[in-house]
C-alpha cells in the first residue's frame, strides 16, 4: 500500500480525494479506481513514460494531444479529463502515487482493509478464504488478502496491516522461545575460584 512519506505525497493525496469525490458523485467510485490501478501498472513498467510524463521541457499541450491519442477510448471521459487538469498543472509525475492514494481512499470509503499475509507454503482458495474471513472479523472490516509466500518463516503466518506487522510464525515463536530461556539461564560462577568461606569462628 502507498505510504505518505514524500514531500509530493499530500499533494497526490488532494488529487486523489478530488478525483474520488467526482467519482462517487457519479457513482464511478471503483471503475475509475480499476482505471487508475492499469495507468499505474503502465507507467511502472515503463520508465521512459514516467519520464515523458514528468519531463518539463514537454509544452502541456504536446502532452495533452499525446495523451488524448493513446487513452481516448481507454479510460473514461472523467479521467481522461482529469489527467488533462493533472497535465495543465504539471503534475502528471505524480500519476502512480495518485493511483494509489486513491487506492488507499477508495477502500476506506467502501470499509475495506488491504492486508498481506505471508506464510510458508501456498494456502489453497478455500483456506486462504477462512484466513480472511477471520482477519476481517478481527479488524471489523472487509480484509483484502494478498498471499505472499516465505518458507523461512517454517510454519505460521505474518500478518501486514498498514503499517502494523502481527507476527505468528513459527521462526518468531522459535526466537521467543529462545530470549526467554537465554533470559531464565542463571549467571555462572567462574570455575576454579574457591567458594568464600562467610562463618565465623569465636
Same mark, same amino acid.
Given at each position: 500500500m502507498p505510504q505518505s512519506n514524500s514531500k509530493t505525497a499530500p499533494l497526490a493525496d488532494a488529487y486523489a480525494q478530488s478525483l474520488?469525490?467526482?467519482? /462517487? =458523485? %457519479? $457513482? #464511478?467510485?471503483e471503475p475509475v479506481g480499476q482505471e487508475l490501478d492499469k495507468l499505474r501498472q503502465i507507467i511502472e513498467s515503463d520508465p521512459a513514460f514516467q519520464l515523458y510524463l514528468?519531463?518539463? +521541457?514537454?509544452?502541456?499541450?504536446? %502532452? %495533452?494531444? #499525446?495523451?488524448?491519442?493513446?487513452?481516448?477510448? =481507454?479510460?473514461? +471521459?472523467?479521467? @481522461? *479529463?482529469? @489527467?488533462? #487538469?493533472? *497535465? =495543465?498543472? &504539471?503534475?502528471? &509525475?505524480?500519476?502512480? $502515487?495518485?493511483? &494509489?492514494?486513491?487506492? #488507499? !481512499? !477508495?477502500?476506506?470509503?467502501l470499509g475495506k482493509i488491504e492486508v498481506d499475509?505471508?506464510?510458508?507454503?501456498?494456502?489453497?482458495?478455500?483456506? @486462504?478464504e477462512t484466513v480472511r474471513q477471520r482477519i476481517s472479523k478481527a479488524l471489523g472490516k472487509d480484509a483484502v488478502v494478498h498471499q505472499y509466500v516465505d518458507p523461512d518463516i517454517i510454519g505460521g503466518l505474518v500478518l501486514r496491516v498498514q503499517d502494523r506487522v502481527i507476527d505468528a510464525s513459527v521462526k518468531h515463536q522459535l526466537a521467543e522461545i529462545q530470549r526467554r530461556l537465554l533470559?531464565? %539461564?542463571?549467571?555462572? +560462577?567462574?570455575?576454579?575460584?574457591?567458594? $568464600? *568461606? +562467610? =562463618? /565465623? *569462628?569465636?
Open positions: 474520488l469525490e467526482l467519482a /462517487r =458523485e %457519479r $457513482q #464511478v467510485a514528468e519531463d518539463p +521541457t514537454i509544452g502541456s499541450e504536446d %502532452r %495533452r494531444a #499525446v495523451l488524448d491519442k493513446a487513452l481516448s477510448g =481507454e479510460v473514461s +471521459t472523467l479521467v @481522461l *479529463n482529469f @489527467l488533462h #487538469v493533472a *497535465n =495543465e498543472h &504539471g503534475r502528471l &509525475g505524480l500519476l502512480t $502515487q495518485i493511483a &494509489g492514494g486513491y487506492d #488507499v !481512499l !477508495l477502500d476506506e470509503w499475509v505471508t506464510v510458508a507454503q501456498r494456502l489453497d482458495a478455500e483456506k @486462504l533470559a531464565a %539461564r542463571p549467571s555462572a +560462577t567462574p570455575s576454579g575460584e574457591p567458594k $568464600q *568461606n +562467610t =562463618e /565465623r *569462628n569465636d
